[in-house]
């Protein structure tokens, strides 16, 4: 056997390539990458055109078709147009443009089988009706078995971590087994739009996801909607702002409550005093916007009030008690330092808390900032969660730096509410998946028990693969929905755990409605639905 240059080993259109995959960042909608977070993604672009590059022949690697340097610089220009078309995000689904990608790519391997005809295992090998698998053996976020599916391969993919296997299954596993069929749910049958309409590839499948999506949040905004209250705006909240004015009487949404987690001072003048571990005062920087908290120091304790504008004294509510790099504070009621190894031994005694700093609305020009009130800071720390996950968390500082504060399992990482909050929705997911089974049975598929990792194809796979999705809708609140979300004073928005790509012992959580007056699961379940 000869190898044969592949058009990769000589030239690619790079300029055409980069300028794609830098597009495809911006890219949220519909883009597989919003099916579960992954860190190191692939752009889908570079790797379509790496798998496509590598799978056809460079023409001159065969002369006798293309003879003269001319003719191979033309066939590569027809093979370089190909790439250019393949790699714009508009063309990801175009079977137009794929399927010259397609016929390339059988165009060299037929040259191939035909090379090798005399090879001695030339059936198994050299089929010219059978292409070459791919195996991407750390396959990770999956970008290159789900471009190499597009481009017409059986595509295996395979990983250390269950979460890229479950992430990969969903990508090139899932879809194509329930190609083209209607989605089940009750809806189809009462809306005309849904009844009369055609479903291809996987659309039937993310129709079923957005639906079933919704009817969590329903639910949960049922079970848990008394936890998460609206905030009042109260005559005696407008005596001391009166910027809250217009929105006298009203009930508010709460979009998050921000949180300081807190010790026990160590001045023994006030050993019985919780202080906050504040790591700056301010609530929003954005310009006109300026909000922060002030504390309060009253009758041998304090309180927490918010102010709108710019500060008088910046600088104090810029680093709220912190004192320097790392973890040292102050007490808030002495100034007393507090240094990181008092702050890590607090917490492993079991003595760290949280007290509520602030609470963020929404109003009808942008976030409301208000002070803590007894009823929502009670609405909190009433929740009591059924379970907790006691599974410790890795000892490695360099992706978990929360262990030493005492926060050592993975429950720790959660406000009771939080638990509650997650534990319900994972809940919901089982339940979901048993009335799906149902629907689904109903809507004619075979009821024959066979799961979805036995390659089953009737009510019972099908309601488990809507079940993956809707799992990884919950996994993606739980980024959202922990102690390590923090604030993000110029976005005015609560940042995800892994922004940073790690978790981070974070002094000043917040705490995220979850059902969202129920936008986010359904905002998820959407998105999921729509990369599916
Ligand atoms: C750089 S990422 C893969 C990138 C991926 N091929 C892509 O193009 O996006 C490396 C992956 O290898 C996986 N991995 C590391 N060691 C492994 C092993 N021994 N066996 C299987 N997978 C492994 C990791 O979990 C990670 O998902």
Redesign the pocket.
């Given at each position: 056997m000869t190898p044969k240059k592949k058009l990769i080993e000589v030239a690619l259109p790079l300029e055409a390539i980069n300028k794609a995959a830098a597009r495809e960042k911006s890219i949220r909608h519909g883009h597989p990458s919003t099916l579960h977070l992954w860190w190191?993604?692939?752009p889908l672009a570079a790797?379509r055109a790496v798998i496509f590059a590598q799978m056809v022949d460079d023409p001159s690697a065969h002369p006798d078709l293309f003879q003269t340097e001319r003719e191979q610089k033309k066939e590569r220009g027809r093979l370089f147009k190909i790439i250019e078309d393949l790699v714009q995000w508009e063309n990801t689904t175009n079977e137009e443009v794929l399927q010259k990608a397609r016929d390339a790519i059988w165009e060299s391997w037929r040259r191939a089988c035909a090379e090798n005809a005399d090879h001695p295992r030339a059936r198994e090998l050299f089929n010219r009706e059978v292409l070459p698998a791919f195996h991407?053996?750390?396959?990770?976020?999956g970008?290159?078995p789900l471009e190499a599916q597009r481009l017409g391969l059986e595509s295996y993919a395979?990983?250390?971590?269950p979460v890229?296997v479950l992430i990969n299954k969903a990508m090139i596993e899932i879809p194509p087994r329930f190609a083209g069929k209607p989605p089940v749910n009750p809806d189809v049958k009462k809306k005309a739009d849904l009844a009369g309409r055609v479903w291809q590839g996987a659309q039937g499948l993310a129709e079923d996801v957005r639906f079933y999506g919704q009817w969590m949040r329903d639910e949960a905004e049922k079970r848990i909607g008394h936890l998460y209250p609206k905030v009042e705006v109260t005559a005696e909240m407008v005596k001391e702002r009166p910027d809250l004015k217009p929105y006298l009487g009203q009930r508010l949404t709460v979009i998050a409550w921000l949180w300081a987690r807190t010790v026990k001072s160590p001045n023994p003048a006030f050993a019985n005093v919780d202080v906050p571990l504040a790591s700056t005062f301010m609530l929003s920087t954005k310009a006109g916007k300026e909000a922060y908290v002030e504390p309060v120091i009253e009758a041998g304790s304090y309180r927490f009030t918010v102010r709108v504008g710019k500060p008088k004294d910046a600088e104090g509510a810029k680093n709220g008690t912190k004192l320097a790099r790392g973890a040292n504070f102050k007490c808030l009621m002495s100034d007393a330092p507090m240094a990181g190894d008092y702050i890590k031994a607090e917490g492993r005694a079991g003595r760290m808390g949280a007290r509520l700093m602030a609470i963020v609305a929404e109003g009808t020009r942008g976030r409301v900032y208000l002070a803590p009130t007894k009823e929502h800071e009670a609405a909190a720390l009433n929740a009591q969660p059924s379970w907790k996950p006691d599974t410790s968390l890795p000892a490695d500082m360099r992706s978990h730096w929360t262990p030493p504060y005492g926060l050592a399992t993975y429950g720790d990482l959660f406000t009771d509410r939080q638990l509650v909050a997650l534990t319900t929705f994972s809940d919901l997911v089982g339940e979901a998946i048993a009335r799906i089974k149902r629907d689904a049975i109903a809507a004619g598929l075979p009821d024959d028990g066979q799961p979805l990792a036995k390659v089953g194809a009737g009510g019972t796979a099908y309601a488990e693969a809507v079940g993956v999705y809707l799992g990884m809708c919950v996994s993606r609140q739980t980024n959202r929905s922990a102690t390590l979300n923090f604030w993000d004073m110029k976005g005015e928005n609560v940042q995800q755990v892994f922004g940073r790509g790690r978790q981070v012992f974070c002094v000043r959580g917040a705490e995220r409605l979850v059902h969202g007056g129920g936008r986010r699961l359904r905002r998820t379940a959407a998105a999921v639905g729509k990369s599916v």
């Open positions: 190191a993604r692939r790797a991407d053996p750390f396959a990770g976020g970008a290159l395979s990983d250390l971590n890229a």
